[in-house]
């Protein structure tokens, strides 16, 4: 359908309605176009605002689930330093609604913090499953996580907006520090993980209770593509062997990070590491994304290509349950 007969079509409209904001819109289709009949529009129209023909729908706005995915992982906001976990009790940062480093429960009463800093990552885990995952009570039994799965609720991008901006029994309200494009944003990630557009953390990871870490990579990656990959997407930045940038406070090289934190990594690269040159590193729809994430970790698995260098930390071990059958 060309535009311009599209424009012809939808002058015949009488009643615009307003979209949601958080709904891309799909590509108005032969079967979404009204005829000259019609006397309201369904839902997938797009909205015409001027009955010239040369009227353009308007588009709305496409979320950005990368931004989205960033700030799960690490919001900032200008003059918000989070209360100090340390000080029990005591409420010490700067700025959000109570100028003192600390966002509001549902009811208005300020959530102080025990260790979870306000990232969302925390409040659900890197895996987004609240105390059902990683962060859960059976696996690495994080004080602060919360119960509440992300991944198996059913709300949509504008209700999930709704309630990680007045807060919930359990989530402190984020209205306070994050606009609501922000938070669209947001849930947009959310929603694209769980609804397998991006990349669900179960087709990379399983959880596995008293396994190091609590997770095993899953099957299925190629090592040799996983280091082509490397080569084209990441080596310019982090180096050929992965041992230019060391991670929290030099503990870790590259391939040391991703042998025992994959459950974080995924949503690294991802997304990208917030407040860096690095995006999202990942290609295509869900199933070309996923791919090239399992392809990456068996190259990351080898532990001769992928050296922890001048890491301070360990390696895994031979047979560590971690990479599986990657490791090398
Ligand atoms: C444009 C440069 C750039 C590219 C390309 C890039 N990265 Fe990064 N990456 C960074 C920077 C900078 C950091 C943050 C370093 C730091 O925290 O000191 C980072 C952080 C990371 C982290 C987070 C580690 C942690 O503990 O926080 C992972 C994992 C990672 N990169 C993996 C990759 C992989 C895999 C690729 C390729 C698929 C890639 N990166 C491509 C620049 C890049």
Not at 20 to 47: F, Y
Not at 114 to 143: Q, T, V
Request: glycine content about 10%; overall charge positive; proline content about 6%.
């Amino acid at each position: 359908m060309n535009r311009s007969l599209l424009s012809l079509l939808v002058l015949s409209l009488v009643s615009c309605r307003a979209e949601s904001p958080t709904q891309p819109q799909p590509s108005a289709t032969a079967s979404a176009v009204p005829t000259v009949a019609a006397t309201t529009a369904p839902s997938s129209v797009p909205v015409v605002v001027t009955a010239s023909a040369t009227a353009k729908p308007i588009e709305a706005p496409v979320r950005d689930n990368i931004k989205g995915g960033q700030d799960f992982d690490k919001w900032v906001a200008e003059g918000f330093k989070p209360d100090d976990a340390k000080t029990k009790g005591k409420a010490d940062g700067t700025g959000g609604p109570n100028k003192d480093g600390t966002l509001l429960s549902q009811d208005g009463k300020p959530v102080l913090n025990d260790g979870h800093d306000y990232r969302l990552k925390n409040l659900f885990g890197w895996d987004l499953r609240g105390k059902a995952g990683i962060y859960g009570p059976d696996m690495m039994n994080k004080s602060y996580v919360v119960d509440l799965n992300l991944l198996e609720r059913k709300d949509s991008e504008a209700d999930l907006a709704a309630w990680l901006k007045s807060g919930t029994k359990n989530v402190p309200a984020f209205g306070s520090v994050m606009s609501d494009a922000q938070l669209a944003d947001m849930a947009a990630f959310i929603v694209g993980v769980r609804d397998r557009k991006l990349v669900h953390p179960a087709d990379v990871f399983e959880l596995k209770k008293g396994s190091p870490a609590n997770y095993v990579l899953r099957p299925g990656g190629n090592a040799d593509t996983g280091k082509a990959l490397y080569k084209e997407r990441c080596a310019s930045c982090h180096g050929e062997d992965g041992t230019t940038f060391l991670f929290d406070d030099k503990e870790f090289s590259l391939g040391t990070h991703a042998r025992q934190k994959a459950y974080e990594d995924w949503l690294k690269i991802l997304n990208g590491q917030p407040r860096t040159a690095m995006g999202r590193q990942l290609k295509g729809d869900n199933k070309q994304m996923t791919q090239e994430l399992l392809d990456l970790f068996a190259a990351l698995c080898d532990r001769k290509a992928f050296p922890k260098g001048p890491a301070k930390g360990k390696d895994v071990p031979d047979a560590d349950p971690r990479c599986g059958k990657y490791l090398r």
